[in-house]
């Protein structure tokens, strides 16, 4: 890397800089955020370094927002931004419908990240292999009517008044159909045969193995007949 | 007298050089050799643009010493972005460094990174890839880095809610909202302060009570 790309590239560089204008209310009483969240480690916290310019003193607050770095006092100016950072979770919590067009094309690879450090990039991404079982588990109780139609296209299991030893999640006693924690088996290995409907699998009854395990009869749906 | 001499500086670290605990500085035998003749302070004139310094007198004198601004195209991308989605800087980010390296690490063909979180220097960053690259306008390159970037976001959140109903349905427990908490909340206040009024009511009944008239005297 050469020398003068060191700042361009630097994190603090790379933050918003705010362009006020000049009959702007002040920082403090904006409805939306102007400035950039910054938050940082325990361990950096505890030592004051929030990635400034200068150490900060110990804060209670987790979350700052810096408006300058550096000021004729030789001080660095910050505020708390705890407050949006707060409120843009409460408006996550309160779990509005997101709507995608092509979810179908993405709810086969929702199962894939194992760790948060995995590539979504399409060339990388494995080809699911057969025989190895995937759960997509369908929660009756907690979606509207609309998710259960659209929950139904892409999901590989359905079943239909099996009967099963033990209860999971959000089981409802008088509900017609009951969660399945057990998946199926995946037949097809490109991403037309997943994504399609005529591949859905129907579980008629379930056997226990010599082990004690719960092994399903799944029956292929052919919805062409 | 000017406020940082530089001999008197090199004089105090002589004298620090001396002392047996103090080791020597890098620096300190090539200065020594060759100590400055001069200070730097006003000599060194940074190049500046005479469109942006407009002044006459003094100012002109004073601003010609001061720093200028730095200017680079990605941040007028970034004020649009943020202009555009400015709930996005309520993520909080973290901007203390770990090596330096950040941008060694990213390859900008594509807008999910494994080593970053996605934010609007992701949009940003791709745009000026789709610019060099692709050989797109910016109105284009932007507009496609801002697709990529929604439909990620929408992917995101969508793994999130699947993940949160998987565990709750293999038996997880999760802790109650924000939401949930505030109405908890609200609900102990008005508690509380039904049980205040109620007391405080029960306390001064005669104050709230009406005096009854004698009808039968006055027909007397």
Known sequence: MKFPDLLRCSRAVSLARPDLPRNSPDVYDTKIPILQAITAKKCQRFRGDWGAKRKLPI??????SIQKFDTFEHQCAFISSDRFVRTLKRIYDLKLPVPLNDYEQISPYLLQKYNTFSSSNPKSRPTLPPGILYAKLKLLDSF???????????????????????????????????????SGVIAATSLKGITSTKNRYVIRSLNVDETGKTIPNITRENRSI | MPKFNANGLLRSFAAEMKKPWTAESLWYETVAKHPPTFQYARRIVPLYDPNKVKSRGKRLRKSMYQPQEIQWPEDKLRKRFYRDHPWELARPQIIAENDGNDQQYCDWSHMDQPRKALSGESVVQRTLWLIENSNMPVENAYDQARKEFYHLRAEQEIQQRVAHDQAQALGAVFTKSDLELGYEMDQNALNSWFDNASQYAEANRTKFTDPSVDISKTTQ
């Open chain 1, 144 to 182: 509207s009517d609309s998710e259960k139609k659209r929950l139904s296209l892409v999901s590989f299991i359905q079943t239909k008044k099996v009967p099963l030893p033990f209860t999971y999640g959000k089981f409802a006693p008088d509900s017609k159909e009951c969660l399945f924690g057990v």
């Open chain 1, 59 to 64: 804060l209670k607050n987790r979350h700052i």
